[in-house]
């Protein structure tokens, strides 16, 4: 199964304080050299995190592949024509949300979606949309030519208990089989984290996991006893 890795969260702490650092392209490069086999990153209408500039960089210095994730408009399509994402994941896109809160709804925008992904196809990138694991969606989004779709997960982990989340994952497993029974490449992706993404490896249909949040926030634990042990190292010299 391959993982793609969401370096959106470092930027969102760049942002935090308007300066330089962290940088989401050295997260990218450090990423991309432990196992990564591919970067995602999500240039929002309002720049909220990654910037146009993180997007380039990323794009010259990762060695696995850019997942450009994006909402369907008409300056995102010709920014990804530029960058040349080996794939691009498309999403909602609300300015008011805090993280992309449900799939897209491929059966009220199918012709604009359409339009999207031949225009992407035409320059060699990929499209996959981010929807929510329910069969007409999944059937539009092969009607009209994604090459794979990218199921929510936010539904199953937020579930709160062991049957609700037994149907979430059923859901899940049953979107999963649809979609590669419709020739379509199968992600799912979005609050998974150390406890609930080993469940989603057992449905055999879902090739790729894209994680972001707990994998950043883990990185901030795991690297901070060593952070703390440099600052004290530097004002003890
Ligand atoms: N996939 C998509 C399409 C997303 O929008 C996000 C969130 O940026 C993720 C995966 C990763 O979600 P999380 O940060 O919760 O792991």
């Known amino acids: 199964m391959k993982l793609g890795i969401n370096v959106d969260h470092i930027a969102t702490l760049r942002q935090a304080r308007g300066g330089v650092e962290p940088d989401p392209v050295a ?7 432990s196992g990564a086999d591919s970067i995602v990153c999500h240039l929002r ?8 500039r ?10 696995s592949r850019l997942n450009m994730e994006m909402a369907a408009t008409q ?11 080996e794939i691009c994941t ?11 809160e449900s799939g897209l709804d491929v059966l009220a925008h199918s012709a604009k979606l359409k339009d999207a ?4 196809n035409s320059s060699g990138i990929e499209v996959s949309l981010f929807i929510d694991p329910d069969l007409a969606v999944i059937k539009e989004s092969a009607r009209i030519g994604a090459q794979a779709v990218e199921l929510h997960t936010g539904s199953y982990a937020e579930t709160k208990d062991e049957a609700s989340r037994e149907i979430a994952l059923d859901d899940l497993a049953g979107a999963a089989i649809a979609a590669e029974k419709m020739g379509l490449f199968v992600a799912a992706g979005h609050g998974l984290n150390y406890h609930n993404t080993m469940d ?5 249909e879902i090739k790729e996991l894209n994680i972001g949040h707990s994998v950043i926030s883990r990185a901030a634990f795991v690297g901070l006893t060593k952070a703390v042990e440099d600052m004290r ?3 003890d010299r």
């Open 27 to 33: 997260a990218a490069i450090l990423a991309d050299q």
């Open 75 to 85: 300056e995102m399509i010709e920014k990804a024509l530029l960058i040349q994402p």
């Open 200 to 204: 989603v490896t057992t449905i055999a």
């Open 45 to 52: 209408e309002d720049r909220r995190h990654i910037q146009d």
């Open 90 to 100: 498309i999403v909602p896109e609300k300015r008011e949300e805090r993280t992309t």
């Open 117 to 120: 992904i031949e225009t992407l």
């Open 54 to 63: 993180d997007l380039e960089l990323i794009r010259k210095v990762i060695h």
């Open 233 to 235: 190292y530097l004002i």
